[in-house]
């Protein structure tokens, strides 16, 4: 497209963790830029960062937070797994951080063992624009699923949500070019999540996390030897691991986004099961730990890997 950005400078490296028989490989799409932090966690100030000292340099410069957008595409039980599919390209878009991008996530997608016709499963965590860019790619002048033999889902909450609100003239494009030709090809179906969770395929579940959206859900992964969390955007950042009550911008709900954050540290803190964050910049993931009636993250950066494609 012609309102193509020049491609953002992305890390040359993917990292992966293994689970017993679960892998995940975080795929990059874009560092977000250094104005996202204030925007989107208005509270998490140069004041609250410095109470968490452990926050720099990964997750902190000297004043803001560090945000990125990638995937993570998990291998279970023979199958090829996309959580999330990131702000896509030549998309749009009234964010100028996300408009018209032109990224090789695609080809590092593929380096990481996910050519686009192999992927089995796309799950979606809400139905917001960093989180289904990738659900399509341009034919010509026409929107088209990605992940052509892929079934695609999401949560049903979340699902009737969107279907029964006025949207805006920003998602409703996001709805246009991202949702509804997939679900125009009969590839997006949407699954009940009862509080226990739903399992989509083997160790993979999905469960609910509301506040952020009202159907989202995180989307926890148990491997023969571990056990592992993927955040959607119940958790932005680690600061809200030592600050829980930071809240987004862009919550629906942030009381009960409150909630679901303090459930879902609790369950994780002290043990060895690992929280990956989809908006984390690297290293992206770690195990949760209680520390002076705060929580932190103990980072783990996963296997790193020169990426082939690109970069
Ligand atoms: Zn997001």
Request: aromatic share 6%; glycine share 8%; hydrophobic share 40%.
């Amino acid at each position: 497209m012609s309102t193509a950005t020049p491609r953002p400078a992305a890390p040359a490296t993917t990292a992966t963790w293994h689970l017993g028989d679960i892998a995940v490989h975080r795929v990059d799409e874009i560092e977000l830029p250094r104005r996202t932090g204030p925007w989107l966690l208005p509270d998490a100030t140069k004041e609250v960062l410095d109470q968490a000292p452990w926050l720099r340099p990964d997750f902190a410069d000297a004043e803001v937070p560090r945000l990125a957008s990638h995937s993570f595409a998990v291998e279970a039980g023979g199958l090829r797994i996309l959580v999330d599919t990131g702000i896509g390209n030549a998309k749009p878009r009234a964010n100028p951080a996300w408009n018209g991008l032109d990224t090789d996530f695609m080809a590092r997608l593929a380096a990481a063992g996910f050519p686009p016709e192999s992927v089995d499963l796309v799950i979606t965590t809400h139905l917001h624009t960093d989180h289904v860019g990738w659900n399509t790619r341009l034919d010509g002048r026409d929107w088209v699923p990605a992940f052509p033999n892929a079934r695609y889902l999401t949560s049903r909450t979340e699902w009737d949500h969107w279907a029964a609100v006025d949207l805006d003239e920003a998602r409703t494009q996001m709805f246009r070019d991202s949702v509804h030709p997939v679900r125009d090809a009969g590839l997006y179906d949407t699954v009940a999540v009862p509080e226990q969770g739903h399992e989509v395929a083997p160790g993979v579940r999905l469960v609910p996390a509301p506040g952020h959206t009202p159907g989202q859900v995180a989307v926890e992964l148990c491997g023969s030897d571990r056990r592992a969390v993927i955040t959607g955007d119940s958790i932005h950042h680690p600061v809200q691991l030592s600050h829980p009550h930071v809240h987004s911008c862009v919550d629906a709900d942030s009381a009960q986004a409150v909630r679901t954050r303090a459930g879902l540290l609790d369950g994780l803190a002290d043990t060895d099961a690992l929280l990956l964050g989809t908006h984390f910049p690297h290293p992206t993931a770690g195990t949760v730990r209680r520390e002076d009636g705060r929580y932190r993250l103990l980072a783990e950066p996963g296997t790193q890997q020169p990426t082939t494609a690109g970069a």
